[in-house]
């Protein structure tokens, strides 16, 4: 389910996360907000993708986002990958007060995978929009068609066997 308040509604993007503990919510350019809550499985799977990122980043240093993290895009949009990673040296350029806020970067990499209600050609857009951002990679995990989209280059050493994330919540 997915749920969509019009820019004409007076709510905040922290008044209405706050309100929905669990849902993933994004804030468009035009200021209407998209909220979703991630099913079991999907879960199941962001947990596994965490895993697999987190083990890759004790080697390449930056650091791992979740899913309930929103980044400022350039056009004023709050959107929050499934999981997305920043290279310390742009991590450290941000301002520790700030950091707790949707802080203005688009990560280097963006992730999104799909579940079972997604449509492929959406989130295709979505993480060709990231691109347009300026993420450098962008990754689409689709679990039900076992396969991965991605555009740009990854970095060094970066995650390819994604078979714990098809399957994760699955036995």
Known sequence: MIARIPPSASLTLEE?????????????????????????ISGARDSA??????????????????????FTMP???VLSPDAAWIA?????????????EYVAIVPDVCIEVASKTDSIHDLVGKIQRYRRYGAAY???IDPYGRRTLSEG???AEFPT???SVFDAGMT
């Not at 309100?19 to 994004?26: F, L, M, R, T």
């Not at 697999?52 to 993290?69: H, N, P």
């Not at 310390?88 to 707790?100: G, Y």
């Open 16 to 40: 209405v996360s706050a309100a929905n503990p669990g849902w993933k919510v994004e804030l468009e350019a035009d200021g209407s907000i998209t909220m979703s809550p991630t099913g079991t």
């Open 49 to 70: 993708l965490m895993w697999l990122l987190l083990d890759w980043q004790r080697s390449a240093g930056g650091i791992v986002f979740g899913s309930s993290t929103g």
């Open 75 to 77: 056009d004023k949009a």
């Open 88 to 100: 310390q040296a742009r991590w450290s350029a941000v301002p520790e007060d700030r950091r707790d």
């Open 138 to 140: 962008v990754l689409l």
């Open 153 to 155: 280059d990854p970095p």
């Open 161 to 163: 066997d994604f078979t």
